[in-house]
């Protein structure tokens, strides 16, 4: 999964936090499991989420043992079609045949 196009042009790490949340959105991640998927320093991490969450993009939770990070609602595209799926097997999953 990855961030809607409209969230696209955004700082780099930004778009990078966007990208690997998407992946996870059900459950969300820490900040230690962002850096290691973004391979970004700590500091830009911190800065694109201070931007992301003044921006409505992102929600915190924090359920007593951890705090995790999670897309705001609207921000995760669709998914994109497997690669070796032609036009017609997504077609074919679209209509009841």
């Given at each position: 999964m990855r961030a809607k196009p409209e969230y696209r042009d955004r700082d780099e790490t930004e778009v990078a936090?966007?990208?690997?949340?998407?992946?996870?959105?059900?459950?969300?991640?820490?900040?230690?499991?962002?850096?290691?998927?973004?391979?970004e320093n700590i500091d830009r991490i911190e800065d694109a989420l201070a931007a992301l969450k003044?921006?409505?993009?992102?929600?915190?939770?924090?359920?007593?043992?951890r705090t995790v990070i999670l897309p705001g609602e609207g921000v995760v595209g669709e998914s994109l079609p497997d690669e070796d799926e032609s036009?017609?097997?997504?077609?074919?999953?679209?209509?009841?045949?």
């Open positions: 936090v966007l990208d690997a949340l998407a992946d996870r959105r059900d459950e969300g991640m820490t900040v230690f499991e962002l850096r290691s998927r973004t391979e003044a921006d409505g993009l992102i929600e915190v939770e924090d359920n007593g043992e036009i017609l097997d997504q077609i074919r999953k679209l209509l009841p045949l």
